[in-house]
């Protein structure tokens, strides 16, 4: 079994900053992508940003030049540093991550979801 717990959201003003951070816990025998998706009321969950093994990283358009993800492989952790908070960056924050256990299986693993909300 394998656990993800994220933290770090939170109530941020526009213009503020917020860090995510999700463990990764279990049944793990190596991780490869990780990677952060948000969905938002009303709306489908969507692709924030992606990290590989290397540090490889892809982002969404919507905030490329404003949140950077980063890892700590040796504490099977992913970070989301987000600058410069929209308030159409408001919504549940869920940390995914694809890896192998130690029987070898490849399954992806969600986090429970960290809410971000930018208001005024």
């Known amino acids: 079994q394998v656990q993800l717990v994220g933290s770090g959201g939170g109530l941020v003003q526009p213009g503020g900053s917020l860090r995510l951070s999700c463990v990764a816990s279990?049944?793990?025998?190596?991780?490869?992508?990780m990677g952060w998706y948000r969905q938002a009321p009303g709306k489908q969950r969507e692709l924030v940003a992606t990290i590989t093994t290397g540090g490889s990283t892809d982002y969404a358009d919507s905030v490329k030049g404003r949140f950077t993800i980063s890892r700590d492989n040796g504490k099977n952790t992913v970070y989301l540093q987000m600058n410069s908070l929209k308030p159409e960056d408001t919504a549940v924050y869920y940390c995914?991550?694809?890896?192998?256990?130690?029987?070898?299986?490849?399954?992806?693993?969600w986090g429970q979801g960290t809410q971000v909300t930018v208001s005024s």
């Open positions: 279990g049944d793990i025998s190596s991780i490869y992508v």
């Open positions: 995914n991550v694809e890896l192998s256990t130690r029987s070898r299986v490849r399954i992806r693993s």
